[in-house]
């Protein structure tokens, strides 16, 4: 069970088709930290006895010297057997080129090389990327045995340095995986794997605190205890892992990290998003301009954020939301307690009592919205719709002081045939109830939408809900389809 790989089976035919291949082959895995990318490369490559694997990962903040100190090693346990010798060398060319000259004198056996945390190999000055370039194109690609793999957990690092390369790296890359948060149903098979067996409410509740990252799953312990009970051991207990897990995080990934938590502590605030001027003019000069870009799709290719444009907006430019459920719940319950968390434990039953507050029922809502953007293939699914309908979200503000009704519509598919399907989210332990004064509302939204976007489309009109909604006279007038939870754990 230690090195069972779950619920990743496009990432497998991918490995699968780059190992059998017989031509020499680039991968570039990505995706933000704790997400499984070296688990997945480790449990695929480690115990084959038909290749030899050669894996070496950048240590944070290492110096060059260190770095290749470390390099050097691991060629040692990969190749001392052929009768190799190693002398830790004083650069990066003088490294490869005797990974190289042991590569020769391998055995006919494929050649794995995996280079883990390259982002923190290449130190400033070291060269390590004129140097990977020359020995791939030079002596690497020529050699049909040999696989490389270049991971990452700085996304934007292995996007720029090495997917899109302008340079002599530019092309070479073969296969690419950007290896993203599992899923609700592949979240259940990870816990069933570690012989956790929720209902699917039970889940959803410990994905609404923690997301699909397998490292953050992979500490939920406790048989026989409910995903209360599990939330409140993980998150308000002393020093608890989810307490100190999010600055460990954001140090890992960035320099400068509290510019990056700032910058995302002020999107989470933004239900329904933020445009990038707004939000440049709230944080102010440290993410002006070039820089400021950049910090931001750091934080879209690390799956912090995502980017859109709202259609039928009257005003342009990009916006952003938060959509990593850890970051969500760490600004919401575990910030404006962690200074007691660093001391005690809060009492026993402290999240139990919190489900009981309004507050509470703002963040569920929240939270299962940001699940709901994470799962649109299986939404598209279940309203049957074509895979061109392109997903978005809509809000109209009115001007201060004006006689007008504002409106926000959750999430919206813009059909190619002459239709608007319009989403309503709710998150309920019980069916939903749709009431004539609520029901009136909806009424005034759909007309309010049809008037500020002057669209002539059929518009329609579905409920996403995680407990259903409840059959009445209005829900069998208005609704055209629902959305349940068990849509929601549907695998495609």
Not at 60 to 70: F, P, R, T, V, Y
Not at 76 to 98: H, I, M, Q, S
Not at 140 to 155: F, V
Not at 471 to 492: G, H, P, Q, W
Request: a positive charge; proline letters at 2%; one cysteine or more.
């Amino acid at each position: 069970m230690k090195n069972t790989i779950i619920a990743r089976d496009s990432e497998l035919s991918t490995l699968n088709a780059f190992l059998s291949s017989d031509q020499p082959e680039f991968l570039a895995i990505y995706g933000r930290r704790r997400v499984g990318k070296t688990f997945l490369i480790r449990s695929f490559f480690s115990e084959r006895k038909d290749i030899v694997f050669f894996n070496s990962t950048g240590m944070k903040d290492g110096s060059m010297l260190e770095q290749i100190a470390n390099f050097t090693e691991e060629m040692g346990d990969a190749f001392l057997y052929k009768g190799a010798k190693f002398e830790v060398g004083k650069n990066w060319r003088g490294t490869f080129k005797t990974l190289t000259e042991n590569i020769r004198a391998s055995s006919k056996k494929k050649i794995v090389l995996f280079f883990d945390e390259l982002p923190w190999m290449a130190t400033k000055n070291s060269k390590l990327l004129q140097s990977l370039d020359y020995f791939w194109n030079q002596h690497w690609s020529k050699d049909n045995r040999i696989k490389l793999i270049i991971c990452g957990s700085s996304a934007s690092w292995i996007i720029n340095k090495i997917i899109n390369n302008k340079g002599g790296l530019h092309n070479r890359v073969t296969h690419t995986i950007f290896l993203e948060p599992l899923k609700l149903s592949q979240a259940k098979k990870f816990l069933k794997n570690l012989s956790i067996n929720l209902t699917d409410k039970q889940i959803l509740e410990l994905y609404m605190v923690m997301g699909g990252v397998p490292f953050y799953l992979n500490k939920v312990v406790g048989k026989q205890l409910s995903s209360t009970q599990m939330i409140e051991n993980l998150a308000f207990k002393r020093k608890s892992f989810l307490l100190t897990e999010f600055d460990n995080l954001f140090l890992a990934l960035f320099d400068n990290a509290e510019i990056y938590i700032k910058i995302i502590k002020e999107i989470a605030k933004h239900r329904y998003g933020i445009g990038q001027e707004d939000l440049f003019k709230k944080i102010g000069k440290v993410i002006q301009g070039s820089s400021g870009v950049e910090k931001m799709a750091a934080l879209v290719d690390t799956s912090f954020i995502e980017s859109f444009k709202p259609l039928y907006s009257k005003r342009r430019g990009i916006y952003y939301r938060v959509i990593d459920q850890y970051s969500l719940f760490y600004f919401h319950w575990i910030l404006p307690v962690k200074n007691s968390l660093l001391k005690k434990s809060l009492l026993q039953g402290y999240w139990d009592k919190i489900k009981t507050k309004p507050a509470w029922h703002t963040w569920s809502g929240l939270a299962f919205e940001a699940i709901c953007y994470e799962h649109l293939l299986q939404i598209q699914k279940a309203l049957n719709l074509s895979p061109t309908a392109i997903p978005s979200t809509w809000r109209y503000v009115p001007k201060k002081n004006s006689d007008e009704r504002g409106a926000q519509i959750d999430l919206l598919f813009d059909r190619d045939d002459d239709s608007i399907t319009l989403c309503e989210i709710k998150y309920s332990d019980k069916p939903f109830v749709i009431s004539k004064e609520y029901a009136e509302k909806l009424q005034d939204k759909l007309e309010i939408f049809r008037k500020v976007t002057r669209t002539k489309k059929q518009l329609f009109l579905a409920f996403i809900a995680s407990s259903g909604v409840k059959k009445n006279k209005y829900s069998e007038a208005l609704i055209n389809k629902t959305v349940t939870l068990e849509d929601l754990f549907r695998e495609f």
